[in-house]
């Protein structure tokens, strides 16, 4: 029992501290800590000196965090572990999309039903109302809802 209390200690630490440091104060942090106060209950029932050992661990592990949240801090990493840049490709934010109402273009990427299509110039996220529509054809636009631009193939 003494063994599986500290295991349960040291899983609940690291799943704790993983959580704060990436998530930030989530679910899996509050089951690491209830997993840490169980641990800490459960090595001072089952030693004849488990009390200096809870105190003990309590003892490291407050300052230990306190000084690695210092750390990241002051080195500025606990903002690096989330990407901030996008890999869309590159589309200008339009105001009013039914400026495009009628307007007609040809496509950039395959219409499946969603894709892109150029309109002199601007490139604009468009969708198919009839489903697929190959690359490099030609469309108009039939529709302007909710910021979806509604697009049809344009017969020859």
Known sequence: MFYFAIGLFVVSLIVSIV??????????????LV????SLVLVGVSS???????????????PSLWLLWRFLRKRQLDGKFILSETLAEDTTDIGGLEYF??????????????????????????????????VDKRIKVIDVQNRKVFVKIMEN
């Open 19 to 32: 959580d704060i440091f990436i998530e930030g104060f989530g679910p899996l942090a509050i089951i690491g």
């Open 35 to 38: 997993g840490v106060a169980v």
């Open 48 to 62: 004849p000196i488990g009390g200096f050992i809870v105190l003990g661990k309590i003892l490291v592990t407050v």
């Open 101 to 134: 109402m009628g307007k007609e273009g040809i496509t950039t990427s395959a219409l499946r039903p969603h894709g892109f299509a150029d309109f002199n110039g601007t490139k604009v996220e468009v969708a198919s109302n009839t489903g697929y529509i190959d």
